[in-house]
């Protein structure tokens, strides 16, 4: 009921700050329309408007300044339309027109002549005439950051401005082309690769991008062998679990230039469905578990001493309900335990032609669980810790620990979770981590950095 009402006088004060808001810009803006500061009155009474749409002060205030400021600004159109500036004379019509396109967006009309328009497409078609061979030249020079700012300019105007699109793009992307066509020229087949790619994604097939980007990338490609790994361990099958694991992983990345084949020390065929097919590795991942240890650890338990807080009730002389609290000293359990696994492992990638190493890492990596926990044979919610020195006697050295932060530590130990992770969720949790490790070094490989 107190949740409802504490609602209901929300929304309501929300209700008269919002009047009040557009009340407050509107009789603002009116401030301005009466200084002769038409543009910032129509802002005003615009914003008011969007606050409140029936508010007749604002939208009458709105169409009264708004004429104003789009009258005045197709007044500075006509001038330059006459004075032969063709570039104002674009810029003021848009503007006008952008004006008017925001009022009327709530719903207000302003009187436009329509003879507006016909002056604009005279100046317009003269502007981006000169624009367009502007554009050209820069084309034919090849300075394609000023080609791209004109016929940027040009398609904002006017999108379908002849092929003005056209020569956009080819102003963006042959740079781009031929920085992709010197990358491949310097062996950087990556570099060039994402600059085809991005050719392609924005601008289909520019020249030969595709057939480029298709060429890069098989250059690019490192197709990797993942040998056996050597184990030192105790543990004679980690060494094939971890193996699988990465595989899997390198196979499942999404960098285009890692290929996993499948390898051994005589041969090497490309993993699924072609295996067939003989490849050649460009490298070898090696790896070497050092060692692998597992502690089961041991549950230990401590006699801990609190107390039972009893609360009672009882009525007074006058026949009024009261309550008193007394504390009973009584015993619980805390237990703790701590389980883990530990591998040393290390790994190299090994170019097959070179037997250059491309990435080398060591790994020493831990996976641990810890539990601590309460347990009370009575009502958990009643159990405050302290200390006592005798159960049946009081002593100086007993203490209720009954604050807030105390009492709340206890109840987190009582409602803990009591089973550790087995052996084995702890080493899937492990591998996992390695694995991951292990294909984040081979992805951040780059031959061209």
Same mark, same amino acid.
């Given at each position: 009921?107190?949740?409802?009402?504490?609602?209901?006088?929300? *929304?309501?004060?929300?209700?008269?700050?919002?009047?009040?808001?557009?009340?407050?810009? *509107?009789? /603002?803006?009116?401030?301005?329309?009466?200084?002769?500061?038409?543009?910032? *009155?129509?802002?005003?009474? +615009? @914003?008011?408007?969007?606050?409140?749409?029936? +508010?007749?002060?604002?939208?009458?205030?709105?169409?009264?300044?708004?004429?104003?400021?789009?009258?005045?600004?197709?007044?500075?159109?006509?001038?330059?339309?006459? @004075?032969?500036?063709?570039?104002?004379?674009?810029?003021?019509?848009?503007?006008?027109?952008?004006?008017?396109?925001?009022?009327?967006?709530?719903?207000?009309?302003?009187?436009?002549?329509?003879?507006?328009?016909?002056?604009?497409?005279?100046?317009?078609?003269?502007?981006?005439?000169?624009?367009?061979?502007?554009? !050209?030249?820069?084309?034919?020079?090849?300075?394609?950051?000023?080609?791209?700012?004109?016929?940027?300019?040009?398609?904002?105007?006017?999108?379908?401005?002849?092929?003005?699109?056209?020569?956009?793009?080819?102003?963006?992307?042959?740079?781009?082309?031929? @920085?992709?066509?010197?990358?491949?020229?310097?062996?950087?087949?990556?570099?060039? +690769?994402?600059?085809?790619?991005?050719?392609?994604?924005?601008?289909?097939?520019?020249?030969?991008?595709?057939?480029?980007?298709?060429?890069?990338?098989?250059?690019?490609?490192?197709?990797?062998?993942?040998?056996?790994?050597?184990?030192?361990?105790?543990?004679?099958?980690?060494?094939?679990?971890?193996?699988?694991?990465?595989?899997?992983?390198?196979?499942?990345?999404?960098?285009?230039?890692? /290929?996993?084949?499948? +390898?051994?020390?005589?041969?090497?065929?490309?993993?699924?469905?072609? @295996?067939?097919?003989?490849?050649?590795?460009?490298?070898?991942?090696?790896?070497?578990?050092?060692?692998?240890?597992?502690?089961?650890?041991?549950?230990?338990?401590?006699?801990?001493?609190?107390?039972?807080?009893?609360?009672?009730?009882? /009525?007074?002389?006058?026949?009024?309900? !009261?309550?008193?609290?007394?504390?009973?000293?009584?015993?619980?359990?805390?237990?703790?335990?701590?389980?883990?696994?530990?591998?040393?492992?290390?790994?190299?990638?090994?170019?097959?032609?070179?037997?250059?190493?491309?990435?080398?890492?060591?790994?020493?990596?831990?996976?641990?669980?810890?539990?601590?926990?309460?347990?009370?044979?009575?009502?958990? !919610?009643?159990?405050?810790?302290?200390?006592?020195?005798?159960?049946?006697?009081?002593?100086?050295?007993?203490?209720?620990?009954?604050?807030?932060?105390?009492?709340?530590?206890?109840?987190?130990?009582?409602?803990?979770?009591?089973?550790?992770?087995?052996?084995?969720?702890? *080493?899937?949790?492990?591998?996992?981590?390695?694995?991951?490790?292990?294909?984040?070094?081979?992805?951040?490989?780059?031959?061209?950095?």
């Amino acid at each position: 009921m107190k949740t409802s009402i504490k609602i209901l006088i929300f *929304a309501l004060l929300s209700v008269v700050v919002l009047s009040c808001a557009h009340k407050r810009l *509107a009789k /603002k803006a009116s401030d301005y329309e009466q200084q002769g500061m038409y543009a910032e *009155a129509s802002e005003l009474y +615009y @914003q008011s408007v969007l606050k409140k749409n029936d +508010y007749i002060d604002a939208r009458t205030g709105l169409k009264r300044t708004g004429q104003r400021v789009v009258d005045d600004k197709f007044s500075k159109f006509t001038e330059a339309y006459h @004075q032969g500036n063709n570039k104002e004379a674009v810029y003021y019509y848009l503007e006008a027109r952008d004006f008017e396109a925001k009022v009327n967006s709530v719903g207000i009309e302003l009187s436009i002549p329509p003879y507006y328009e016909e002056y604009y497409n005279e100046v317009k078609s003269n502007y981006l005439d000169d624009k367009y061979f502007e554009g !050209k030249k820069c084309l034919n020079k090849e300075d394609f950051s000023k080609a791209e700012s004109v016929f940027r300019e040009i398609v904002e105007i006017d999108e379908n401005y002849k092929d003005s699109r056209e020569k956009l793009n080819i102003a963006v992307y042959e740079p781009k082309y031929r @920085q992709a066509i010197d990358y491949m020229g310097k062996g950087k087949y990556r570099s060039a +690769y994402y600059l085809f790619d991005e050719i392609i994604r924005h601008y289909t097939d520019y020249k030969e991008s595709s057939d480029l980007r298709r060429e890069a990338l098989n250059k690019a490609t490192i197709k990797i062998g993942v040998e056996d790994f050597s184990n030192s361990s105790t543990n004679h099958t980690i060494d094939e679990q971890l193996k699988t694991r990465l595989i899997q992983a390198l196979n499942q990345t999404d960098n285009p230039f890692i /290929k996993v084949v499948e +390898y051994t020390s005589n041969k090497s065929r490309i993993s699924g469905s072609r @295996q067939s097919m003989s490849i050649k590795p460009d490298a070898i991942l090696k790896g070497n578990i050092l060692s692998y240890n597992y502690d089961m650890g041991r549950l230990k338990k401590d006699n801990k001493r609190g107390y039972l807080k009893i609360v009672t009730s009882y /009525k007074d002389s006058e026949g009024n309900t !009261k309550t008193k609290t007394r504390y009973e000293k009584v015993t619980y359990e805390e237990y703790r335990m701590s389980r883990g696994v530990h591998i040393n492992f290390n790994i190299k990638l090994v170019d097959t032609k070179s037997n250059e190493i491309m990435v080398s890492k060591n790994f020493n990596l831990k996976n641990q669980d810890r539990l601590h926990y309460a347990k009370y044979g009575g009502k958990d !919610k009643d159990l405050v810790p302290g200390y006592w020195s005798h159960k049946n006697s009081d002593s100086d050295e007993d203490v209720i620990k009954d604050g807030h932060r105390d009492i709340r530590a206890l109840q987190s130990l009582l409602s803990a979770r009591t089973k550790i992770k087995t052996h084995d969720a702890l *080493a899937n949790e492990l591998m996992n981590d390695i694995t991951g490790r292990i294909v984040e070094q081979v992805n951040n490989y780059n031959p061209e950095q």
